[in-house]
DNA sequence: CGACGAGTTGATACTAATCAACCCTTGTGG
DNA sequence: CCACAAGGGTTGATTAGTATCAACTCGTCG
């Protein structure tokens, strides 16, 4: 199931879309860091695989002494309300980096959804290692302001869409990660419950449910299994119509 | 009404919150930059002054050319979609920085909110600029991310709180910003209409309406006129009861 | 085989969207 | 200086979407 942590090291890459660089390339959206580079950030690293599914990485409130590069696996971060009402801010896929702080201390808790394998940055010697490698810092500032464009996307779909809308972007989202979609088949492999998508998408699960039927009802998607999804991606994209 | 430009040069000021450092400090939450930094970056950008409320600063869609940092003024940055429906994004206030784009093309639309000063920086100037200065990079490191957490915090809003909620949270917000709010008498002046905060809160005026006097009826504020309400802030905060 | 969590379905209640009408303030031109 | 227009703000009536609660099924794992 996960090749790049059966041996060795897995690769250093880090997901991103730049902002202010016109990128003219049909490549696939990492950052291009030197080799040099990801030497270097891998001797600050510890590497970290959690087994099982359900393992909590970090939790909101700890000290934050880490910050996590994603390398294999699935990773939500959730934040819990005094109601007990859970928020899940994001879902991380390989080449994300995760482990948000305000002032030393996590606001989120992180949950992997599936065996993970990450790196590991401690934050004092990542900080400076960045103040010495303008470059590589450039990488981390560019990360960054791609996840502020996603969390704003979110915010534009979280205010303006109906559950059924919610859904069909989150699904198109999820068949963009090549070890969860097939294109061949069409196939997508949720790794997360219909209650993580619900907090997720500020709904609940039952609505989750419902808001399949009725995209399956369109034909827009057919269920193979609960978690087992074939999506006609171009007639969801017509159907969401974003922007 | 506004001092800071009514002679020279208004100061640069990055407003933040630090991530991965404890910040020990009661201080207001502004970025040291250094002077020179300061008299450095400054050279590389032009004060622009927009006279009047509701002067569009840039465009969805347009090649983005430049990075805005707000010295004196309110802004809004919003994202109109194919069905007409606007999601606005955030609002800025001194200190911070606007223009996000995506390969070159700017994601959200500014309009400022009242007559308004910025900075606008040449992006490819600035990219150079910072990977020379790697202290000056790190600050925009550090807003960018807090700027993440914002939105996060706002996904958090959007997904769990009902409509009177929302509000509440955002007069707080409001009430942050020294310009608008006079902690004496604890009087907010809103810059923006019943649409605007609409627009941001993921719902109608109308309902904005509706939530203020709901609000008001649990004596949490009370109405002077349309645009400037007297805040009760702890009650507020008790009555969101965030986290 | 039994148990538990995930997933689904149905009935009901409620929040907020929508549509319409109206008031109030502001600014502009005669 | 006043009249009128235009947009912001408020209120009411109706409707639609979804939350909530309850019951039940399905699948998986010990």
Same mark, same amino acid.
Not at 160 to 169: G, K, Q, S, V, Y
Not at 171 to 179: A, F, P
């Given at each position: 199931?996960?090749? $790049?942590s059966?041996?060795?090291?897995p690769?250093i890459?880090i997901?991103?879309?730049?902002? !202010?660089?016109?990128?003219?390339?049909? +490549?696939?959206?990492?950052?291009?860091l030197?080799?040099?580079?990801?030497v =270097?950030?891998g001797?600050? &690293?510890?590497?970290?695989?959690?087994?099982?599914?359900g393992?909590q990485?970090l939790?909101?409130g700890?000290?934050?002494?880490?910050?996590?590069?994603? $390398?294999?696996?699935?990773?939500?971060?959730?934040?819990?309300?005094?109601?007990?009402?859970?928020?899940?801010?994001?879902?991380? !896929?390989?080449?994300d980096?995760?482990?948000?702080? =305000?002032?030393?201390?996590?606001v989120?808790?992180? +949950? &992997?959804?599936?065996?993970?394998?990450?790196?590991?940055?401690?934050?004092?010697k990542? =900080?400076?290692?960045?103040?010495?490698n303008?470059?590589?810092?450039?990488?981390?500032?560019i990360k960054?302001?791609?996840?502020?464009?996603? $969390?704003?996307?979110?915010?534009?779909i979280?205010?303006r869409?109906?559950?059924p809308r919610?859904?069909?972007t989150?699904l198109?989202?999820?068949?963009?990660h =090549?070890?969860?979609?097939?294109?061949?088949?069409? *196939?997508l492999t949720?790794?997360?419950?219909?209650?993580d998508? $619900?907090?997720y998408?500020?709904?609940?699960a039952?609505?989750?449910?419902? &808001?399949?039927?009725?995209? +399956?009802?369109?034909?827009?998607?057919?269920r193979?299994?609960?978690?087992?999804?074939?999506?006609? *991606?171009? +007639?969801?994209k017509?159907y969401?119509?974003?922007?």
């Amino acid at each position: 199931m996960n090749q $790049a942590s059966r041996k060795g090291r897995p690769d250093i890459r880090i997901r991103a879309i730049k902002a !202010w660089t016109p990128e003219h390339s049909q +490549e696939s959206p990492h950052l291009a860091l030197s080799t040099t580079d990801k030497v =270097e950030l891998g001797r600050l &690293a510890e590497i970290i695989e959690y087994k099982t599914a359900g393992s909590q990485i970090l939790s909101q409130g700890q000290k934050a002494s880490f910050l996590y590069l994603l $390398a294999d696996g699935v990773v939500q971060a959730s934040r819990t309300l005094n109601s007990g009402d859970r928020q899940i801010v994001g879902f991380y !896929w390989p080449g994300d980096l995760f482990g948000l702080a =305000e002032e030393s201390i996590y606001v989120n808790s992180a +949950e &992997a959804l599936t065996p993970c394998t990450v790196y590991r940055f401690a934050t004092q010697k990542l =900080e400076a290692f960045l103040l010495e490698n303008s470059n590589v810092q450039h990488s981390f500032v560019i990360k960054a302001v791609h996840n502020l464009r996603s $969390a704003q996307r979110q915010l534009i779909i979280m205010g303006r869409f109906d559950i059924p809308r919610r859904l069909a972007t989150f699904l198109l989202d999820c068949s963009g990660h =090549e070890h969860y979609f097939d294109p061949a088949t069409h *196939t997508l492999t949720l790794p997360m419950t219909r209650y993580d998508i $619900a907090d997720y998408l500020g709904t609940s699960a039952e609505s989750i449910t419902r &808001a399949l039927g009725q995209l +399956e009802s369109k034909h827009l998607l057919h269920r193979l299994t609960a978690r087992t999804l074939e999506l006609k *991606t171009a +007639e969801i994209k017509a159907y969401i119509d974003f922007e």
